[in-house]
């Protein structure tokens, strides 16, 4: 796309020399990933045919030799090698091989009926009834690839998105900007005037070297020969950064990947799959509208589903050079305002979404569907034994052994004879570490639970989640430590502030939701684990299947949700309106209220007996009615010491 229109640059002072485009305060905004920033970079690293790498790795296999990953009958990768003889993932085992008999087709890593622990089985493709597939062989790899590119960065700029199990987002910006203030000292001058909206001087260079890059044309092509800007030389610094991390893949880890790098995450995504594999596509932002123009809407990430399909009958079009003429008024009057603007500036190339590092799930589910059906507890208990092993490995991932993040929540599902389903949840215990048996031991008394309202066999599909993540919280107190005096107190309160290693060592006030959250005084009532009767809101399907980009899952039952489906979680708590403690349900909460009172009689019976010298011992906000109630008579008497009476005294009475 030709640069835009800008306005005529500032005064050269008497140099004679043009001036960028660009300002002294755009460059300040790069430095902090600003989405505004028009020197922006992002660059979209995707691993090539992932899976399928992944097992030429792990066997040794040449890199030429045609590979497929097989889930039952089924492909779910393919190698390139393979690709060129028409092997596709709509291929089938039987008509792959058939295309190329020297195809060699593994099978995924599954999880075997009984089994503490996934493996590879040479037999699994018959065995559907008693194997459930296992993606953590990927999703290990997975971790050592981003933890590279980590490693490959600056400690303080890894502004890292993991947009799926092979693909992530990287904003390069900051990293770029120190990089240009190292090569470009004269960037470090003040503007003139002190005014940051001055333009910066043009580079001081004249041509760039992208090296193998395949680097998108410019609809003029005799724009090339035009001097780079800073976005030129940004975007040049951005593909260096990208390539050397590239190649520390290849070279730590075996794995070859593609690459696009761009002013946005939408234009970077789309460069990634423009030249595959093992290359990297650079779009500048003079060449946006020439790397669209030619290219379907439906490519871009939100407009190949229902979105794309309103927008192709709406505008009889799939072209994006087509739609390019459309007023944004009409695309909002057809689509709604939020839409139509969207569209509007998607088909331009213009995305300001941000890089999230901290993109977090927030449930996790592990599933089987059973053919032929399982029909007695004991098959039952070993699938909810493999549920509560697959589910803990992806919880290490969420860092749940350092207490980072945890769930709240786990959910069994259960559908039996004639696609009738149930449900039942309880959430998991605060106060010790979460592990397997942790989590084995619940799904089964929620089995149980299901178990007695009878007719549970035959079962054809079983299925556990966990749920309501939330960030671990240290150094809370329980309410005993608030009770002990003199050195024990002063050693609980010194124990209670010590950082726990990785975390940052600044006091801050815990927010009262995060702290009751603990066990704190509910430790000192039985809890009973809560579950949701009736069918799940919908159950899905059990080997869910990463195919290169989405997860696959297909829903079982409605989503439409019935008085007898599962109620949020908020549903199942009572809350105490003097501590914010959240209770199990009424009998807890009644029972909760019942030792506020207590506590309410003994400090009032505390205050009676040493009111005279340890008025001020009282607690603050514990004060009883009876004792409000006294103290404003009191007041109003003009009460005076000579009118307080000691303990054991009593007013004599005359007359």
């Not at 979209?44 to 040449?62: N, T």
């Amino acid at each position: 796309m030709s640069s835009p229109v800008f306005q005529a640059s500032s005064p050269s002072h008497g140099t004679g020399r043009r001036k960028s485009q660009f300002s002294y305060r755009q460059l300040s905004l790069l430095a902090s990933y600003s989405t505004s920033c028009p020197l922006r970079v992002i660059a979209h690293i995707d691993l090539d045919a992932f899976y399928a790498q992944c097992e030429m790795v792990r066997l040794g296999i040449a890199e030429d030799q045609p590979l497929a990953v097989q889930q039952w009958q089924g492909l779910i990768a393919v190698n390139y090698p393979a690709r060129a003889f028409g092997i596709g993932r709509h291929c089938t085992v039987t008509d792959a091989k058939k295309l190329c008999p020297k195809l060699i087709a593994q099978h995924v890593a599954t999880w075997k009926e009984g089994d503490e622990k996934w493996a590879y089985h040479d037999d699994a493709a018959s065995h559907i009834g008693t194997h459930k597939v296992s993606l953590d062989p990927y999703r290990l790899q997975s971790r050592k690839i981003l933890a590279l590119i980590k490693e490959c960065l600056p400690p303080s700029m890894q502004k890292v998105e993991k947009a799926s199990v092979d693909e992530v987002f990287i904003d390069l910006s900051a990293h770029i900007h120190s990089i240009l203030l190292q090569r470009f000292p004269e960037l470090t001058n003040p503007p003139p005037y002190d005014d940051p909206t001055e333009k910066l001087p043009l580079p001081p260079v004249t041509a760039l070297d992208w090296q193998a890059d395949a680097l998108v044309d410019l609809e003029d092509a005799e724009a090339e020969a035009d001097d780079p800007d800073w976005d030129d030389v940004a975007i040049l610094i951005g593909s260096e950064i990208v390539r050397d991390i590239r190649a520390q893949i290849r070279r730590t880890l075996g794995y070859t990947c593609s690459a696009g790098i761009a002013g946005n995450k939408m234009l970077s995504k789309l460069g990634s799959g423009y030249k595959k594999p093992n290359q990297q596509t650079v779009i500048r932002n003079r060449a946006v509208q020439h790397f669209l123009s030619d290219m379907k809407f439906t490519k871009i990430r939100n407009l190949g589903g229902k979105l794309g399909e309103q927008v192709v009958s709406t505008f009889n079009t799939e072209a994006i050079k087509e739609l390019l003429p459309v007023p944004v008024e009409q695309m909002k009057l057809k689509l709604g305002d939020e839409t139509g603007v969207w569209l509007y500036n998607t088909v331009r190339g213009i995305d300001p979404s941000e890089v999230n590092s901290r993109t977090q799930i927030k449930s996790m589910l592990s599933a089987k569907s059973f053919r032929p059906s399982i029909n007695n507890q004991e098959q039952a208990v070993k699938w909810l034994r493999i549920f509560a092993a697959d589910i803990f490995s992806r919880l290490v991932e969420e860092g749940v052994l350092e207490n980072k993040r945890r769930p709240k929540t786990i959910n069994l599902h259960h559908r039996g004879q004639g696609g009738q389903t149930r449900s039942r949840q309880s959430s998991i215990p605060h106060g010790r570490m979460m592990d397997e048996t942790t989590l084995f031991e619940l799904a089964k008394n929620l089995f149980s639970q299901i178990s007695q309202e009878g007719k549970v066999w035959p079962c054809s599909n079983l299925s556990m989640s966990v749920g309501g993540f939330e960030d671990g919280i240290t150094g809370n107190r329980g309410i005993g430590a608030f009770l002990l005096k003199g050195d024990e107190a002063r050693e609980s309160k010194g124990a209670s502030r010590e950082p726990s290693v990785g975390l940052s060592t600044t006091h801050e006030r815990p927010e009262k939701k995060r702290r009751v959250d603990n066990p704190g005084i509910q430790r000192f009532f039985p809890k009973k684990e809560s579950s949701s009767g009736g069918d799940a809101e919908g159950i899905f399907d059990d080997d869910v299947v990463d195919t290169g980009k989405t997860q696959i899952r297909t829903k079982e039952t409605s989503p439409i949700r019935t008085e007898s489906s599962p109620k949020p979680i908020t549903d199942y708590f009572k809350v105490c309106t003097r501590c914010d403690a959240r209770l199990e349900n009424a009998e807890a909460l009644q029972s909760h209220l019942d030792w506020h009172l207590a506590k309410d009689l003994q400090e009032e019976e505390r205050g009676r007996q040493t009111f005279a010298s340890h008025n001020s011992s009282v607690p603050r906000g514990q004060k009883t009615a009876a004792a409000l109630s006294s103290s404003s008579k009191k007041s109003t008497r003009g009460s005076s010491s000579s009118n307080k009476l000691e303990h054991g005294q009593s007013k004599l009475k005359f007359g």
